[in-house]
Antibody, heavy 117, light 111 residues
Framework: EVQMVASGGTLVQPGGSLRLSCTTS????????MSWLRQSPGRGLEWVAN????????YYVASVKGRFTIFRDNAEKSLYLQMNSLTADDTGVYFC??????????WGQGTLVTVSS | DVVLTQSSLSLPVTVGQPASISCRSN???????????LNWFQQRPGQSPRRLIY???NRDSGVPDRFSGSGSGTDFTLKISRVEADDVAIYYC?????????FGQGTKVEV
């Protein structure tokens, strides 16, 4: 059974940093492009970043470029999102998923990031 | 960025009756590889999104055949042939043809 478990979300002050983790199981992690997506009442569903299966290519939505870094550890079957210079607009539930352009399967329960003073 | 506009934010439906959700793009979603990367997602209350349809009209495994997708270019539709109570959810279209991937604002189907 394919599973994604995102963690690391918490309350953080504006300008702060946070690292999200996603542990996976039930599939060959190193075969897949992976994505981070987020959802908030104000911004709806938003794709945040993608990373190629071997980590060699990365893509970001413009609003996070230069502040967020997606990376992965294929040996640990884990995906990460390093988030710096956080603003209130980054508040939301963050999901990890196999790239939903190409893949079905669960997104996991998500992890809540709240940026507030 | 590509903007996807779903015509209704809310869609009241009756169990047993058909329902239709529209998604319009401000750019063609026909990719240079000949595919059109328009997907549909369902998000039930309290759950994460689940993909239903990929490349306009292909149902994902386990998706009931009462769900169907159609369209081309810039206009797409998700149809539910006979709505069931279990279909209460928010439905999103998503395009994967252009970077960044973008989603519609969602249509809430209410019985």
């Amino acid at each position: 059974e394919v599973q994604m478990v995102a963690s690391g979300g918490t309350l953080v002050q504006p300008g702060g940093s946070l690292r999200l983790s996603c542990t996976t199981s039930g599939f060959i992690f190193s075969d897949y492009w992976m994505s981070w997506l987020r959802q908030s009442p104000g911004r709806g569903l938003e794709w945040v970043a993608n990373i190629k299966n071997d980590g060699s290519d990365k893509y970001y939505v413009a609003s996070v470029k230069g502040r967020f870094t997606i990376f992965r550890d294929n040996a640990e079957k884990s995906l990460y999102l390093q988030m710096n210079s956080l603003t209130a607009d980054d508040t939301g539930v963050y999901f990890c998923a196999r790239d939903p352009k190409y893949n079905s399967g669960p997104w996991g329960q998500g992890t809540l990031v709240t940026v507030s003073s | 960025d590509v903007v996807l506009t779903q015509s209704s934010l809310s869609l009241p439906v009756t169990v047993g009756q058909p329902a239709s959700i529209s998604c319009r793009s401000n750019q063609s979603l026909l990719s240079s590889d000949g595919n059109t990367y328009l997907n549909w997602f369902q998000q039930r209350p309290g759950q994460s999104p689940r993909r239903l349809i990929y490349k306009v009209s292909n149902r994902d495994s386990g998706v009931p055949d009462r769900f169907s997708g159609s369209g081309s270019g810039t206009d797409f539709t998700l149809k539910i042939s006979r709505v069931e109570a279990d279909d209460v959810a928010i439905y999103y279209c998503m395009q994967g043809t252009h970077w960044p991937r973008t989603f519609g604002q969602g249509t809430k189907v209410e019985v």
